[in-house]
């Protein structure tokens, strides 16, 4: 508000004017004064941020006691004082902390009111940003109804047809499809069973093991047994290309005869069946018929009959089956019934909307100011976020600089207009040697040329002194212009643990970490160990503060974990004894591959040496009771018991050689998804303590394995495939309902990288557990190009980083822990970026069906 506005209004409150208190409170608050400030006019060693603290702020009104009592009384002063300053911050009394941390700015009063712009131009973004207030004029008004008719009534009307068209134009011929799709793969896959079979016996017929009558009579026979369907009537036949019959389970009098011109009583399409499946298989091998069928056993009912049949060369045979789809018609029919009904309710719902709008549409236009300041709250609400954070940050809009933050000011001494300058990078960022690649990346972001980036650098504040910091800049979009966010995180220089200072590069976390390892292998006791696992959380913090990679602080945590272990199992056979034979304890999961986290739990196993039977019990006992100390260990120093039980300290996880070896034949032999969610889990291994030809002697069985079972892998893929980008139809993300809230589990959007590496490493028989690694081997291996490899692992590395920290900020704000990240709490560009690094996981899952498209049959 303007000065004279202040005392009109405190005098129509209180008949007070109190225009001194106005004036004293205001100070160099208005428009001319601050300019003046600006110019260098102002009194010496005056500060109008430090004035601005104990002036609009309630620490303020002791002051204003001192300054005016004897003149006012002091119900007086603080009627004025107090009535100023709630009009200057819509209704709020701030505090001094409030101006500190950015939450309110000062408020310049007696400014010239600007012209009437376009929302969002590039003015406006700057006072949005700047929080200045400024005053609009009033467009001329139209008529009432016509510019009710054209704003609201026509685009619902047109978006309710548009709807229409939609559900009916596209939805609903997709999932009529989908369904026809998904009876087509199921039709396929069982006539691919019965071709199986047939394939089977004439594999025994090649090898000799049946005669040539012998394995046709077998195959006969087999298929002539196999039946499917709710009441087990649906049944599978075989002609030959004449076409003759081979075999028809319910018309055995049709067996050998030649079936060019029959026609079946039940069969209502007219078609002579037989003729067009011989046709088929002549033009594509295997194919598809639908055609019209007796509806089961009524005569007078007519079903549309979907069939599938495939070509067997080896015995001129065609084999195929069919199934009824006339539930796709009545699903078709019951979905146009429920949009129609659907459809009726919203209709009369908008209708109805739209009455209650014409109604109360001049009351909203009349009420456009509330509506503004509402919008203002929004803005200083987003503004106190951003002023607030531990971090300064620059925006920048078609390459002019247009906000900055508190943080930011505050940590290099420049006013908001000296950061506005275009150049100010210049002043910034001296031209020294760190900051050559910074310099040449701003320069084009301020050209709009330049993509988004990470630097370490250099930074000088306002009296000459270096600041290392960390500079991210983003690509974002605004108001239709290119832009970027641009951040600076100080890098922080601390001495921990007494171990050296570092002063160089923010890798100087490795002496901490190699005098923690020191202390872990010299505790003598368990209480020891954890005493020095408690420096851990200190040296992640330091490493994250200096901006560590993920990939350091896998290896950090990675490796004082396998070091826990090692003395773990060294502290425990000293209670129990030597072990009586040779063996290897198994670090499992993540734990094998390095990626844990904070809060991971143990997955561990034993493999031990195979004995005599007699001596076997007794082995096994001292490896269980060994698995039971180590896990216990193991959990009194952090790393909890695994909810799953996979721990050395079970049976299931605690075997000889033989019988790990066993376990994995069983698996491949007979693959089951039970069988590859064990194989996933041992197949990421890593031998931690003991005879390490023991681990290898696992990863040798399962290539011979391979070798004798060449199909496992096609299933194998064929299950990884149901591993999915978590996104919905539509390309966004995926989300569960937790607590109310919006999350998204980060744990299951790693998944598919790591089962694509997995698929891969045992393509091409690689032995390491680390999911990078293992991609680096693959695209040496030219199975992959090297940019796959290189966004593979940027996808791998910044979901791990989320996952990793959102794990952190649950812990410190003393919330359960789990891999649920609350997506309402991300901001528009953070949603966007994740959602775009998620959606390339769908690379991963196309890859594997190309490369398994012979033997995996994948809906689309």
């Known amino acids: 508000m303007k000065l004279e506005e202040h005392v009109k209004h405190t005098e129509e409150l209180f008949g007070i004017p109190g225009r001194d208190i106005h004036q004293w409170l205001d100070g160099f608050f208005d428009t001319r004064s601050f300019e003046r400030l600006l110019a260098g006019q102002s009194p010496a060693n005056y500060d109008p941020y430090s004035h601005r603290k104990f002036r609009h702020c309630v620490e303020g009104l002791e002051e204003a006691y001192e300054k005016f009592e004897g003149k006012y009384s002091r119900e007086e002063i603080k009627n004025v004082f107090e009535t100023h300053v709630k009009d200057d911050y819509r209704g709020y009394l701030p505090k001094r902390e409030d101006f500190e941390n950015g939450t309110f700015t000062e408020q310049y009063h007696d400014a010239a009111e600007t012209e009437d712009k376009k929302i969002l131009s590039f003015e406006e973004l700057t006072d949005y940003f700047q929080g200045e207030s400024y005053n609009y004029q009033k467009e001329k008004s139209q008529k009432f109804f016509d510019s009710f008719g054209s704003r609201i009534v026509l685009p619902t009307i047109l978006a309710i047809i548009l709807f229409i068209c939609y559900i009916f134009y596209y939805v609903v011929p997709l999932f009529e499809n989908n369904m026809l799709n998904q009876k087509k793969l199921m039709v396929k896959e069982l006539t691919e069973t019965a071709a199986s079979v047939i394939a089977h016996y004439q594999i025994l017929e090649e090898k000799g093991v049946l005669s040539p009558d012998e394995a046709r009579q077998r195959t006969i026979d087999e298929i002539k047994m196999m039946r499917y369907g709710s009441q087990n009537k649906n049944y599978f036949f075989v002609i030959d290309m004449t076409p003759k019959m081979i075999l028809h389970p319910y018309r055995p009098e049709l067996t050998g005869k030649d079936l060019s011109n029959y026609t079946d009583e039940e069969n209502k399409s007219g078609k002579k069946l037989f003729v067009e499946f011989v046709r088929i298989v002549e033009s594509n091998g295997e194919g598809y018929l639908r055609y019209h069928w007796q509806w089961k056993d009524n005569p007078d009912k007519t079903a549309e009959k979907l069939s599938y049949v495939k070509g067997i060369p080896q015995r001129g045979w065609i084999v195929g089956t069919g199934i009824y789809i006339n539930d796709i018609a009545e699903e078709k029919e019951s979905l146009q019934l429920h949009i129609f009904q659907i459809v009726g309710v919203t209709v009369d719902g908008l209708f109805m909307l739209l009455a209650y709008f014409l109604l109360q549409s001049r009351r909203i236009e009349n009420d456009r100011k509330k509506a503004e300041e509402g919008l203002k709250e929004v803005k200083d609400r987003y503004r106190a976020l951003v002023a607030s954070s531990n971090e300064g940050f620059l925006l920048s809009v078609d390459g002019r600089i247009i906000y900055s933050n508190f943080k930011l000011q505050q940590m290099l001494g420049y006013s908001d207009r000296e950061l506005h300058q275009t150049d100010f990078w210049n002043i910034i960022f001296p031209d020294v040697e760190n900051n050559s690649r910074l310099r040449e990346h701003l320069g084009n972001v301020f050209k709009n040329e330049s993509d988004s980036g990470e630097f370490e650098a250099v930074a000088a504040d ?159 006992a001292y490896f269980l009771k060994l698995g039971d100390k180590v896990c216990n260990k193991l959990n009194a120093s952090g790393y909890h018991f695994c909810p799953g039980g996979i721990m050395a300290l079970h049976p299931k996880w605690c075997l000889s050689e033989k019988e790990w070896h066993k376990k994995l034949e069983h698996i491949m032999n007979a693959p089951t998804p039970d069988g590859f969610l064990e194989f996933n889990i041992f197949f990421d291994l890593k031998c931690t303590y003991g005879d390490i030809d023991l681990a290898n002697s696992i990863h040798s069985q399962v290539q011979l394995l391979m070798q004798q079972h060449p199909l496992f892998i096609t ?84 979901i791990w980083e989320l996952r990793f920290f959102n794990q952190i900020i649950k812990h410190s704000g003393l919330h359960k822990v789990n891999d649920d990240l609350n997506i309402e709490e991300l901001n528009n560009l953070e949603v966007e970026h994740l959602k775009q690094v998620i959606s390339r996981l769908s690379m991963l899952r196309k890859k594997i069906r190309l490369d398994f498209s012979e033997s995996v049959s994948i809906e689309r």
């Open 462 to 620: 306002s009296v000459g002194n270096f600041i290392d910091v960390i500079v991210t800049t983003s690509r974002i979009f605004l108001s239709e212009k290119h832009g970027h966010v641009i951040s600076l995180r100080p890098i922080s220089r601390k001495s921990h643990i007494g171990v050296g200072t570092a002063t160089s590069i923010p890798t100087d976390y490795k002496p901490i970490h190699a005098f923690l390892i020191k202390e872990i292998r010299e505790s003598n006791r368990i209480g020891h160990v954890v005493q020095n696992m408690n420096k851990l959380p200190a040296i992640i913090r330091e490493m994250v503060d200096t901006g560590a990679k993920p990939k350091a602080l896998c290896m950090v945590i990675g490796t004082t974990y396998d070091e826990v272990i090692v003395r773990c199992i060294e502290l425990s056979i000293n209670e129990i004894g030597q072990p009586p034979v040779d063996f290897a304890f198994l670090s499992l999961g993540s734990n094998a591959r390095h990626e844990m986290t904070m809060f991971s739990d143990q997955d561990n196993a034993i493999i031990f040496e195979d004995t005599t039977q007699t001596a076997s019990d007794k082995i096994r």
């Open 715 to 798: 299933y194998y893929a064929r299950n990884a495939l149901i591993y999915k980008a978590p996104l919905n139809v539509f390309g966004g993300l995926k989300t569960e309902r937790q607590d109310g809230a919006r999350t998204l589990n980060l744990k299951e959007a790693l998944r598919p990288i790591e089962i694509f590496s997995r698929i891969y490493a045992l393509k091409h028989g690689i032995n390491n557990a680390n999911t990078i690694k293992r991609l680096k081997e693959i695209r040496e291996k030219e199975e992959i190009s090297e940019e796959f490899y290189k966004e593979t692992v940027y996808i791998f590395y910044k």
